[in-house]
C-alpha cells in the first residue's frame, strides 16, 4: 500500500489543464465542468470536483496511486471514482454502493435505427412515469427525474405507455447517454437499440462524439454498444462512501 502522506500532489490547475494533461480525453470533458482542482504524482492524474450538490474524487492511472489518493484527499466527497480496483483494494473503503463499469467513445454517428423505433422528448410532467418505469427497470440507475445533470429525457411508448427511457446527460462539449432502461415486459423488442442510436445519432450531430457507461458484467448492453460503433473502453471503480464518523 502506498503512504499516501508520503506523496506530493502537485496541483496542476483546473479544467484546462487536465484536458491539456489528457488529450481532450471525452471522460475528463464529462467529468470536469464544476469547480476542479486537478493533481499529478507518479503514476496518478487525479482531481477533485466540486459542485453545490456535490463533491466527487476522480483519478486516472494505478490502481494502488488512485486509493492513496482517495484516502488523503477525500474531504467530505461521497463519490470517488477510480481506476478499476479488486476486492481486496475496494475492501478497506466504507462504501454503501460498488460498480464496476466502463466508460465508452464513439466518435462517428451509427446508421438510423433500421426497427423504425419513434422515440420521443419527453416533457416534465413525464417525470412520475419515467421514475416509476425506472423503479421497475432500473432501480439502480443514478439517473433520474430532478437530476440537475440532465438536460431531457427521451422514451418510447406503447400507445400511451411509456416503456422505454434515455437521458441526454451532457456536459463539457461531450455527448452522454445515460438511464436507458425498458419495461421487462417489453424487452427483445430493441427499444434499448433504438433509444440508444436516436441519441447517439442527436449527440455527435450537436457535440461531434458521444459516450456511455455500460457495467463491466453487462455483457449483453456491451454488445449493443459496440455494434453501435463505441469502443475505447476506460475501466472504472466507483465508489459511494459513507459520511465520516
Known amino acids: ?3 499516501s502522506y508520503a506523496v ?4 496542476i490547475g483546473g479544467r484546462d489543464a487536465l484536458l491539456a494533461a489528457t488529450g481532450g480525453h471525452p471522460y475528463v470533458m464529462l467529468t470536469t465542468t ?4 486537478g493533481y499529478r504524482a507518479d503514476g496518478l492524474l487525479g482531481w477533485i470536483a466540486r459542485e453545490p450538490d456535490r463533491t466527487q474524487v476522480f483519478a486516472l492511472g494505478e490502481a494502488v496511486a488512485a486509493v492513496a489518493f482517495v484516502r ?9 471514482h477510480l481506476p478499476h480496483l479488486t476486492k481486496a483494494q475496494v475492501a478497506p473503503f466504507d462504501s454503501d454502493v460498488h460498480d464496476d463499469w466502463e466508460h465508452l467513445i464513439t466518435r462517428t454517428a451509427p446508421p438510423p435505427d433500421p426497427a423504425g423505433v419513434t422515440v420521443v422528448p419527453l416533457d416534465p410532467d413525464a417525470d412520475p412515469e419515467i421514475d416509476a418505469l425506472l423503479d421497475e427497470a432500473f432501480p439502480d440507475s443514478t439517473s433520474r427525474p430532478g437530476d440537475s445533470r440532465i438536460r431531457r429525457w427521451y422514451g418510447v411508448r406503447d400507445g400511451t405507455d411509456l416503456v422505454a427511457v434515455a437521458a ?4 463539457g462539449g461531450i455527448g452522454y447517454i445515460a438511464g436507458v432502461a425498458v419495461r421487462p415486459d417489453h424487452r427483445r423488442r430493441s427499444l434499448g437499440a433504438a433509444l440508444t ?8 450531430a450537436e457535440f461531434g462524439g458521444c459516450s456511455l457507461s ?3 458484467d453487462a455483457d449483453g448492453p456491451r454488445r449493443l454498444y459496440e ?4 469502443g475505447e473502453p476506460l475501466e472504472r471503480t466507483s465508489l459511494r462512501l459513507r459520511e465520516h464518523r
Open 72 to 80: 488523503r484527499m477525500r474531504g467530505d466527497a461521497r463519490w470517488v
Open 1 to 3: 500500500m502506498v503512504d
Open 197 to 204: 442510436t436516436t441519441l447517439t445519432r442527436r449527440l455527435c
Open 8 to 11: 506530493e500532489y502537485k496541483v
Open 227 to 230: 455494434r453501435l460503433g463505441y
Open 34 to 37: 464544476g469547480d476542479v482542482t
Open 168 to 171: 441526454d446527460r451532457s456536459r
Open 214 to 216: 455500460v457495467m463491466s
